[in-house]
T-cell receptor
């Protein structure tokens, strides 16, 4: 089955700097890769996703890149702000519908 | 509109007891998921329902765990003979259908097994 590894587990950045979180997956048949943000005490919420037929997707200050050959994908946050502080989870969905495998999460702390 | 609703929000039980966790998905969403989140860990897939299809139960950790979805809406996750290692937050999510895969999560049930 699919296995997703996520790094780093914690990330501390100064406000205004960029943050990058990387994930690798094992199932070459995986074709959908969402990212979820979970603020303290709240439920996870989708922030961006990418499908395997696209190499990069951007939405304002966040972007996701996908390298199918290397089986890894990354989340990029530019011009970080204190409200970006949260736990970020990557996920991969293999060829079977519905079964998402999540990474262990990255705690991002943005210091003013 | 109303989001995904889970109950109870907190459940404390004694080892060996059975528990039932409930999930009300967003109206009209045909896909429903259960995940488990242990402290400091990622989300562990448990089970997936899609419409009237047979559920994908491949993530259930043991035969003490079961789930059903009645009438294509409300779902119940049952844990029999609870163990301390079952302590976690149980998250339910729904999505519109198998093609629109944005997961809308509930606020979870915090299960504590003493």
């Amino acid at each position: 089955g699919e296995n997703v590894e996520q790094h780093p587990s914690t990330l501390s950045v100064q406000e205004g700097d960029s943050a990058v979180i990387k994930c690798t997956y094992s199932d070459s048949a995986s074709n959908y890769f969402p990212w979820y943000k979970q603020e303290l005490g709240k439920r996870p919420q989708l922030i961006i996703d990418i499908r395997s037929n696209v190499g990069e997707k951007k939405d304002q200050r966040i972007a996701v890149t996908l390298n199918k050959t290397a089986k890894h994908f990354s989340l990029h946050i530019t011009e970080t702000q204190p409200e970006d502080s949260a736990v970020y989870f990557c996920a991969a969905r293999g060829s079977g519908w519905g079964k998402f495998q999540f990474g262990a999460g990255t705690q991002v702390v943005v210091t003013p | 509109g109303a989001g995904v609703s889970q109950s109870p929000s907190n459940k404390v039980t004694e080892k060996g007891k059975d528990v039932e966790l409930r999930c009300d998905p967003i109206s009209g969403h045909t896909a429903l998921y259960w995940y488990r989140q242990s402290l400091g860990q990622g989300l562990e897939f448990l089970i997936y329902f899609q419409g009237n299809s047979a559920p994908d139960k491949s993530g259930l950790p043991s035969d003490r765990f079961s789930a059903e979805r009645t009438g294509g809406s409300v779902s119940t996750l049952t844990i029999q003979r609870t163990q301390q290692e079952d302590s976690a937050v149980y998250l339910c999510a729904s999505s519109p259908d198998r093609f629109n895969e944005k997961l809308f999560f509930g606020s979870g049930t915090q299960l504590s097994v003493l």
